[in-house]
């Protein structure tokens, strides 16, 4: 895009006193209980040059939380992956591995 086509939509300063900027950054939900929450676990090639992962889809809650339980998995299965966009990705075909664990921790997975 040329700089003549760009649009300024923000606000970078302004000395009026009465102006508010607001933040519109996505507020994080409250995570919910493993019990409430259904979790999809699924395997993937695409995009991976043919590779295998196991995506785990569904989480509701805070990235951290999220992060945490990628963390958990990833060392419960012995392999390595990344949380991106709220998916959980393992590396490897790692679901009948993985179901067990997220039940043991009351998660409903399909």
Do not use: W
């Not at 000395?15 to 607001?22: C, F, G, Q, Y």
């Not at 996505?26 to 019990?35: A, D, F, Q, R």
């Amino acid at each position: 895009m040329s700089k003549k086509n760009r649009i300024n939509t923000g606000i970078v300063y302004s000395t009026n006193p009465e102006v508010k900027i607001i933040d519109d950054a996505s507020e994080e939900v409250e995570t919910l209980n493993p019990n409430q929450q259904s979790l999809k676990v699924k395997t993937d090639t695409k995009h991976r040059a043919g590779k295998m992962v196991t995506l785990v889809e569904g989480f509701i809650g805070k990235q951290y939380d999220l992060e945490t339980l990628g963390k958990l998995l990833k060392t419960k299965c012995g392999c390595g992956g990344s949380v991106k966009d709220g998916i959980i990705v393992i590396q490897g075909d790692v679901k009948q591995k993985i179901i067990p664990i997220l039940q043991a921790m009351y998660f409903k997975v399909k």
